[in-house]
């Protein structure tokens, strides 16, 4: 009786292994796993935006085949994933690994401009948190730092402009708000920092004027 038990379970074993090929395959081939294939079912699931997906595909093809020959692209493609979803702790923390695993790619400059845009990325309105737009300008600084930054290093001028522009126009605003509840020296102040810190900006007329007009209130 227990042989013919042991028998039946051998039986349903083999088939069920046979009939299973990503667990048991004799040609030691699993198409649908290749890098090759993984790689480009990431591509297409980015073409789709189904970010989650491709980055769920990413993570197989990293763990599965870690000598891919795309591999740093593999590392870059799951940052902009985190990124392009939305997730930008997420999306910093996978350009900092990129950059770290592959210092000298030619993809650096693009992926260190990104760390800033993740950061640029969640600047809202005058209600900003001026520490996001300071690492926003830090990040993008060490673009502009770099022995060859190409094309990103003007891009990331651009942002450092715009994103003082907005620290200008906050303080513009708090100028405004500062008056409207009759404390002029705060508005006074509020304006000299346009002054001091973001000249040249498109502000200077305004903030001159606020000072001006409440010298002596």
């Not at 042991?6 to 048991?24: H, K, N, R, Y």
């Not at 189904?50 to 000598?67: G, M």
């Not at 692209?73 to 985190?82: E, G, T």
Request: aromatic fraction near 12%.
């Amino acid at each position: 009786m227990k042989s013919r038990l042991l028998f039946t379970i051998v039986v349903l074993m083999t088939m069920a292994l046979s009939a299973c090929p990503s667990i048991w395959n004799l040609d030691g081939k699993e198409s649908k796993d290749s890098p090759d294939d993984l790689y480009k079912l990431a591509q297409d699931q980015l073409k789709d935006k189904k970010y989650f997906q491709a980055i769920e595909s990413l993570e197989k093809l990293k763990s599965a085949h870690p000598d891919f020959k795309e591999m740093p692209n593999v590392y870059l493609k799951i940052a902009d994933s985190f990124y392009d979803e939305g997730s930008y702790d997420k999306a910093i923390a996978r350009y900092l690994q990129f950059l770290e695993l592959y210092p000298n790619n030619s993809d650096v400059p693009r992926a260190k401009y990104q760390i800033g845009m993740a950061y640029f990325s969640q600047i809202k309105g005058t209600d900003l948190d001026n520490s996001v737009v300071r690492s926003a300008i830090q990040a993008f600084k060490v673009v502009t730092e770099l022995p060859e930054p190409g094309e990103w290093g003007k891009k990331a001028e651009e942002k450092i402009s715009e994103c003082k522009k907005k620290l200008a126009e906050k303080e513009i605003y708090k100028a405004n708000t500062y008056i409207s509840l009759g404390n002029y020296k705060a508005a006074r102040l509020a304006a000299q920092r346009v002054l001091d810190d973001y000249s040249k900006l498109g502000f200077d007329d305004t903030a001159q004027d606020l000072i001006k007009k409440y010298k002596d209130r």
